[in-house]
C-alpha cells in the first residue's frame, strides 16, 4: 500500500495547520482595513493579486512534483505568503513587482526545499528582500499620502494605476515613509522642523499609527487564540525599544521611539513575520533570544543602514541563527536534572 509521505507540521485536530493559517490571514484584516482606509485601495489590490499569483504559483510547482494540488493547496500558506507580502509592499506598486516578488517567494523561498515545513527563510521577506535590492526605485516611490493630507484615489484609478500606469494625481502616491523622511530630514535640520511636517502628525507618523495599532490588535487576536505565543513579539519590541532609548536619545540625530514603534512594519513585523512557525526559534528561551535579535537588528539597519524600515532583513538574518539558537536552547527532558556546573566538592 502506498502512502503520501509529508513533512510537518503534522498538528491534528483543532490546532491543523488549515486553521492555523486562517486564523493569521483573518487576523491582519484589521491593519488591512486600517491601510486601505488611510492609504488608499492599492494595499488591497495588491493583498488580492499576490495572493491569486501565491496559489498559482503553488499549484505549477505542485504540478511539477506530481503532488495532489487540494491536498496542499487547502492548507492556505500559499494564500497567508501572499497577503503578508501584498502589505509590505508600497500601495501603488506596479503590478509585476507583486508577481515576481510573490513568484519568487512561493518557488525559490518555499517549494524549491520541499514546501511547507522545510524552508529555512520566511518566504515573504525573501520575496520582499528581492524586490527592495532589484527595483529601489519602484520600492520606495509608490508609497501613499494618507488620507488627511491627500484626496485618496478611488479604487478604479488606483487599479488602473497599478496594472496600466494610468496617472492618479502625483502628490497622491509618490512619496517616502515617515521613517525615511525623518532619516533624511534630520540630517540638516532639528526634530521640531521635522516634526512641523504635517506627514507626523502630533509627532508620530499620520495614518501610521493606527495602521500599526491595528495590527497590534490582530497579533493579540492570535496570542489569545495560542496561535502564537508572546515570546517573540515581546521580545523584539522590548529590543526595539531599549537600543531605541540607549542609542537613540538624541532626537535631533535619530529616530525617536514612538516612530520605531508605530510606523513602518513594526508591528506587522514583530505578530505576523517574525513569528513564523516554520523559520524562526522554537524554543522558549530560544523564542526570545530570537526575537531579541530581531529588535536589535532593526535598530540598526534604520539608524545606520540604508533601508528604512529593515524589518524584512533582520527577519531574515535571524533565520540563519533560528537552528544555533534551537540548538543551544533545548528544554531540559521531562525527568532529568539540570547538569551542575563548577568543580565538584565531596
Known sequence: MAFLRITSPHLKGPARTTAIMQWVILATAPGLLTMTWFFG?????????????AVAAEAFVLTLRKRPLAFYLRDYSAVLTGVLLGLALPPYAPWWVTFVGTAF?????????????????????????LLLVSFPVAMTTNWATPRPLAEIPGFMDAFAHIFWGAEIGVDGYTMATPLDTYKHEIVAGTSEAVFAMPVFGARTALGWEWVNLAFLAGGLLLIWRKIITWHIPVSMLAALALCSLLLGWDEDKYAPLQLHLLAGATMLGAFFIATDPVSAATSKLGKLYYGAGVGILVY???????????????????????????????????????????????
Open 105 to 129: 517567494a512561493i518557488i525559490f523561498a518555499k517549494q524549491i526545499y520541499g514546501g511547507l515545513g522545510n524552508n529555512p527563510f520566511n518566504p515573504a521577506m525573501v520575496g520582499y528582500a
Open 41 to 53: 485601495w492599492g494595499t488591497l489590490i495588491n493583498v488580492i493579486l499576490a495572493s491569486l499569483t
Open 300 to 346: 540598526l539597519i534604520r539608524t545606520w543602514g540604508n533601508y528604512p524600515d529593515a524589518v524584512a532583513f533582520a527577519v531574515l538574518l535571524m533565520n540563519f541563527a533560528a537552528p544555533f539558537l534551537d540548538y543551544y536552547t533545548q528544554p531540559r527532558t521531562y525527568g532529568h536534572r539540570k547538569a551542575r556546573r563548577g568543580v565538584k566538592q565531596d
